[in-house]
């Protein structure tokens, strides 16, 4: 996970992630709620334990990377309404 100063934050890497995926709306990191608002590109790229990833209904993300599941295994993601932003390749 990547902190900024705004609060927010982002899922950057998954390389310990496997079977099913919860991503929450925000995380409390040192006292501080960040909300949980992208995907970084790259962040699931060639993981084969993923199996599912889902967000609550008031996700925050707004956005996923590019290549973000990359030669991944991934089988189904519940895009959450939030969603402003697919960038190109985010689901090759």
Request: include cysteine; charge should be positive; charged fraction near 25%.
């Amino acid at each position: 996970m990547e902190y900024h100063k705004d609060f927010t934050a982002q899922v950057i890497s998954s390389t310990n992630a496997k079977g099913y995926l919860f991503i929450p709306r925000s995380i409390t990191y040192q006292s501080k709620e960040y909300l949980i608002i992208k995907i970084a590109d790259n962040a699931f790229r060639q993981n084969r334990k993923v199996e599912s990833i889902e967000f609550p209904e008031d996700s925050a993300i707004k956005s996923i990377g590019k290549n973000a599941f990359t030669k991944s295994l991934v089988q189904r993601i519940h895009i959450p309404p939030s969603i402003e932003e697919l960038e190109e390749g985010w689901c090759k």
